[in-house]
Antibody
């Protein structure tokens, strides 16, 4: 299993950024996928999840209406579109695979594999 | 949201020590709890799922226990590579929430 994030960088408040997570080594279309973030020297925060087929998406309250999670199963890639960025969005963003449980479970919210992370810095 | 309270926040210890980290949930979460290890500059690594099940490849000196609202992670004999920060995660109730972390430091 390999998850490789990209797209991080320095961005001004109010601007946008799109993160990507390229997945390999497993059947991407089988798994729900998450974004989890970690502000500098802080703890872990769950951000968003998409179900395996992309039809269900859920967000933490602090990003609702600003961030959009999506996936392209033909490219084995997960995305996070981040709009209206704020200073407090500065963090390392990790993509993480959901621990699979068979239907009717859609999302388990336990993360079994993580990427190495990509740093997003929001600064004027 | 369910609050996860981890203690201690910092734990000085020596190689060979037995250490215990505690995580308390603000509401009943069955055994829907996991433990992760994170080293500086690295992604979290899974250790324990379902409160007490060891993930494949994790050394047997790591042990998780608990049910309901109180959980523990015990490392039976600390090795040099175990000095890291540990997080608990509850995934019983949406949204999933982490403890604030316990930094295991060399005494």
């Amino acid at each position: 299993v390999q998850l490789v994030e990209s797209g991080g960088g320095v961005v001004q408040p109010g601007r946008s950024l799109r993160l990507s997570c390229a997945a390999s080594g497993f059947s991407f279309t089988t798994y729900a996928m998450h974004w989890v973030r970690q502000a500098p020297d802080k703890g872990l925060e769950w951000v968003a999840v998409t179900s395996s087929d992309g039809s269900n998406r859920f967000y933490a309250d602090f990003v609702k209406g600003r961030f959009t999670i999506s996936r392209d199963n033909s490219k084995n890639t997960l995305y996070l579109q981040m709009n209206s960025l704020r200073l407090e969005d500065t963090a390392v963003y990790y993509c993480a695979r959901d621990f699979y449980l068979p239907p009717p479970i859609i999302v388990n919210y336990y993360f079994d594999y993580w990427g190495q992370g990509t740093l997003v810095t929001v600064s004027s | 949201d369910i609050q996860m309270t981890q203690s201690p926040s910092s734990l000085p210890a020596s190689v060979g020590d037995r250490v215990t980290i505690t995580c308390r949930a603000s509401r009943f979460i069955r055994n829907d709890l996991g433990w992760y290890q994170q080293k500086p500059g690295k992604a979290p690594q899974r250790l324990i799922y379902a409160a007490s099940s060891l993930q494949s490849g994790v050394p047997s000196r790591f042990r998780g226990s608990g049910y309901g609202t109180e959980f523990t992670l015990t490392i039976s004999s600390l090795q040099p590579e175990d000095f890291a920060t540990y997080y608990c995660l509850q995934h019983n109730s949406y949204p999933p929430t982490f403890g604030q972390g316990t930094k295991l430091e060399i005494k």
